[in-house]
């Protein structure tokens, strides 16, 4: 199975913030890559596919990166409703992997 | 509006069965692949299971291979979970969630249920 090492576990950050999360494959999974927003108690929620489409709806302060083997979440300006628990996932190949995912708190 | 609505979770003892439902409206359901994630207490999301739009391709997790099976019925609009030999461990809250297929390939899982609750303890 492909392991997925997301990082950091959990970041402190201030509204206005720049924030970003990286995720590392254990092999090359091209752009096979999503990005996932959860929030406490809610189902978790699709923001960037291929690594870098954001999908309809999402704001664009959120932006997706990378190719092969390391990716990049960014939030270029964190808002109130920014604060959650982001995953990254890939579906390169079977089983999917998820990364242990980055806790986003207010500093 | 697209929807998925799970129902069937509860309370099991170790070693029992449970089986899942997802009921899907607002879209098109036998157009697409479906899967099941769960979210142990505290813990990240774990990818289970995914059947394609015609019950052709079915894969699992190492974790419930043999132990869980997934199942569709495109006329109901319907996906399920038989969960069986359930332990400890698959406590968790199980979410239905549908991919997103462009061209044939999926780019991820876009529309998620609210999760059923499992809870498996003597």
């Known amino acids: 199975a492909i392991r997925i090492t997301q990082s950091p576990s959990s970041l402190s950050a201030s509204t206005g913030d720049r924030v970003t999360i990286t995720c590392r494959a254990s092999q090359g999974i091209t752009s096979y890559l999503a990005w996932y927003q959860q929030t406490p108690g809610k189902a978790p929620e699709l923001l960037i596919y291929a690594a870098s489409t954001l999908q309809s709806g999402v704001p664009s302060r959120f932006s997706g990166s990378g190719s092969g083997t390391d990716f990049t979440l960014t939030i270029s300006c964190l808002q109130s409703e920014d604060f959650a628990t982001y995953y990254c996932q890939q579906y390169y190949s079977y089983p999917w992997t998820f990364g242990q995912g980055t806790k986003v708190e207010i500093k | 509006e697209m929807q998925l609505v799970e129902s069937g979770g509860g309370l099991v003892k170790p070693g029992g069965s449970l089986r899942l439902s997802c009921a899907a409206s607002?879209?098109?359901?036998?157009?697409?692949?479906m899967n099941w994630v769960r979210q142990a207490p505290g813990k990240g999301l774990e990818w289970l299971s995914s059947i394609s739009s015609s019950s052709s391709y079915i894969y699992y997790a190492d974790s419930v291979k043999g132990r869980f099976t997934i199942s569709r019925d495109n006329a109901k609009n319907s996906l399920f979970l038989q969960m069986n030999s359930l332990r400890a461990e698959d406590t968790a809250v199980y979410y239905c969630a549908r991919d997103r297929t462009v061209a044939g390939t999926p780019t991820g899982m876009d529309v998620w249920g609210q999760g059923t609750t499992v809870t498996v303890s003597s």
């Open positions: 607002g879209f098109t359901f036998s157009s697409y692949s």
